[in-house]
């Protein structure tokens, strides 16, 4: 069974950074690519970052672009998101997801997905 | 960007009818190599993660009921519960994998009449 887990969400300073993981299991996860989905407090979805198997491609929203970096460690089974500069915008439910078999990334659906970690930007 | 738009906003259906959910792409999703729509559906219900429906426009994933069925090609698509069951409450949103960044439709809630 394919588990996601999600960690390190908090509430963080305007102009503050967090680290998020999470700790995959129940497939081989280098086969495979990872995203960042987040959701804010009441809102829609909305793609964050996507990286690939190997981890050598990767691949940002505009909104994060320059503040957010994306990087796995594969031998761990868990792959992370770097958030600096954070901006109450950045306010969400970050969501890791695991996309489909494919050739690439972020050209699959996300065929599982983890609970989430809040994170709440605020002074 | 490509732009993804649903309608209705929200809709009410008596249990056991039918529901139907409408989803637009500002560009079309459907790549001509490999003749695949990439476009996908999810249902999130209160408090939980999304969950895949649909991908490829119309491939039911695994263990979805057969009462949830997705169509459409290049910029329309379509989403609809043959009949709805209580357990169906939920927003439901299409996504395009086409190209980066990938968007995600505004979502769509179905409730019950």
């Known amino acids: 069974e394919v588990q996601l887990l999600e960690s390190g969400g908090g509430l963080v300073q305007p102009g503050g950074s967090v680290r998020l993981s999470c700790v995959a299991s129940g497939f081989t996860f280098n086969n495979y690519a990872m995203s960042w989905v987040r959701q804010a407090p009441g809102k829609g979805l909305e793609w964050v970052s996507s990286i690939s198997g190997g981890g050598g491609k990767t691949y940002y929203a505009d909104s994060v672009k320059g503040r957010f970096t994306i990087s796995r460690d594969n031998p761990k089974n868990t792959f992370y998101l770097q958030m600096r500069s954070l901006r109450a915008e950045d306010t969400a439910i970050y969501y890791c997801?695991?996309?489909?078999?494919?050739?690439?990334?972020?050209?699959?659906?996300?065929?599982?997905w983890g609970q989430g970690t809040l994170v709440t930007v605020s002074s | 960007d490509i732009v993804m738009t649903q309608s209705p906003d929200s809709l009410a259906v008596s249990l056991g009818e039918r529901a139907t959910i409408n989803c637009k792409s500002s560009q079309s999703v459907l790549y001509s190599s490999n003749n695949k729509n990439y476009l996908a559906w999810y249902q999130q219900k209160p408090r939980q993660p999304p969950k895949l429906l649909i991908y490829?426009?119309?491939t039911r994933e695994s263990g979805v009921p057969d009462r949830f069925s997705g169509s459409g090609s290049g910029t329309d698509f379509t989403l609809t519960i043959s009949s709805l069951q209580a357990e169906d409450v939920a927003v439901y949103y299409c996504q395009q994998y086409y190209t980066t960044p990938l968007t995600f439709g505004p979502g769509t809630k179905v409730d019950i009449k």
């Open positions: 490829w426009a119309s």
């Open positions: 997801a695991k996309e489909q078999p494919g050739i690439g990334v972020a050209r699959d659906a996300f065929d599982n």
